[in-house]
């Protein structure tokens, strides 16, 4: 006998049938669909008979997906293992994806309990079970971020305490903060971890003031393991709660204890901050994390789409590559769209579904080129900000993506060396013809630039 995940008992024979309808599959499928519906999903034999086979899957997407479009494969294929006139009926049953939720739930009640940093009355923040440091899409925007949070889950050192994560909006700030808690609490599972965010931790010491529990949360933060905050930027506006914080922030580090936390910006660019906590969060580590290559966009991408169970054209991979920006939240936004469209028309994603999710997110024109959309991807590409493009900065990546913007609006708009001059810091019609020679000789010239106008072209529809 075999235990599932789920916790059926499926007899052995039941497993060596199973086995053999898969082997048929893996003949009548394509190969690609065969490989994400079938081999990756962990399906198993519940039941057999003559007029029923019970089907194990892992969630709910899963099982919509192959009940609507390989029920009749599944049939054919069990009949001819089964030696049957007529194929039986398939029925599918959520099995692992429930025993992984409970799992996951049980522990995620486990760290809740050790992560709660509110009052009683609260319930605090939770964290996050997707944000691992296993999950994280690592690249050379963030590859020393995502090596420093490992180095304090795995070795703790003072060196590394603490740590400042900073950077803009949706680039993983606060999934590599949420990954530092999930690492710690399964290193040291007695450890005491407390994550939340800035305004959690002024809210509780507002609260606490109110109650007259001032001991009560001091007890609270100052004899944990490890606390994480996310967002201390907003402590600057707030003088008593960052007073309380420095307090609370010497009580740890005086103990060896881990501190670690994220901001949009470095701290010393966050006047606001005060120079005595300034002084604190420069003390150990600050990382910054960057806007994503294309290289790392499309492997976000592809492991958002996986997770949902999709498995991408290299064209569409390519495509939400180029057209994203370095803001996960965006990247999720488009392939949740994605896989809705898949459900919904019963087919794999194709160019023109990835098209229409495109442009519901806003990420597509309906319309001609704008020198707006190809700032934006040009920012994307090149991992400079439009305003540094458009200022004149003289660093080489910003003079390049510079020269490619320009180009582009030359080859796709219909504005003339003036108006794209003046879109780009007032700059005179022969800026422009200059900046139009000169990128046409990198591409013959730099590889790199070559292939980042050519998927910016392709991205543009050019």
Known sequence: MVHSPGGYVVPEVGVAKWANVLEHLAKSLPQSSFEVWFRNQGISALSWDERRLELGVPNRFVKEWLRTH????????AAEVMGL????????????????????????????????VAPACDRGIRLNPDLTLENFVAGP??????????????????VYNPVCIYGASGLGKTHLLQAICHGLHSSRPGARILYLSCEEFTNSYIRAIQAKRLDEFRARFR?????????????????????EFLHTFDTLRNANRQVAVTCDAHPRE??????????????????????????????LVEQKALRRGLSLPEDVLDSIAARVGGNVREVEGVVAKLAA?????????????????MRDMGLVRDGAV?????????????????????????????????????????????????????????????????????????????PEFKAAVERLLKALGG
């Not at 390989?70 to 294929?77: F, K, L, M, W």
């Not at 005595?276 to 003390?283: A, D, E, G, P, Y």
Request: hydrophobic share 35%.
């Open 85 to 116: 006139e007529s194929p039986p009926d398939i029925e599918f049953t959520i099995t692992g994806a429930q025993y992984a939720k409970r799992r996951s739930e049980e522990s995620a009640t486990l760290v809740a309990e050790a992560v709660a």
């Open 70 to 77: 390989y029920s009749r494969e599944i049939g054919r294929a």
């Open 270 to 299: 966050i006047g606001s901050l005060g120079e005595k906590l300034i002084t604190r969060l420069v003390s150990g580590l600050v990382v910054r994390l960057d806007p994503p290559g294309v290289e790392t966009r499309r492997a």
């Open 223 to 243: 004899n944990c393991d490890c606390l994480a905050v996310d967002d201390v930027q907003f402590l600057g506006t707030r003088e008593k709660t960052c007073e």
């Open 341 to 357: 469209l898949s459900m919904a028309e019963g087919r794999a994603p194709d160019m023109a579904m990835c098209r229409e999710a």
């Open 141 to 158: 925007c963030n590859r020393m971020a995502h090596a420093a949070c490992r180095t304090v889950v795995e070795s703790p050192s003072p």
């Open 370 to 446: 704008s020198q707006e959309e190809i700032l934006r991807l040009v920012e994307s590409e090149f991992g400079v900000s439009g305003a540094e493009i458009r200022s004149g900065g003289r660093r080489p990546r910003a003079a390049a993506a510079r020269h490619a913007a320009m180009y582009l609006a030359r080859r796709l708009t219909g504005f003339s060396l003036a108006e794209i001059g003046d879109f780009y810091g007032g700059r005179d019609h022969s800026t422009v013809h200059h900046a139009e020679r000169r990128a046409a000789e990198l591409m013959r010239k730099n």
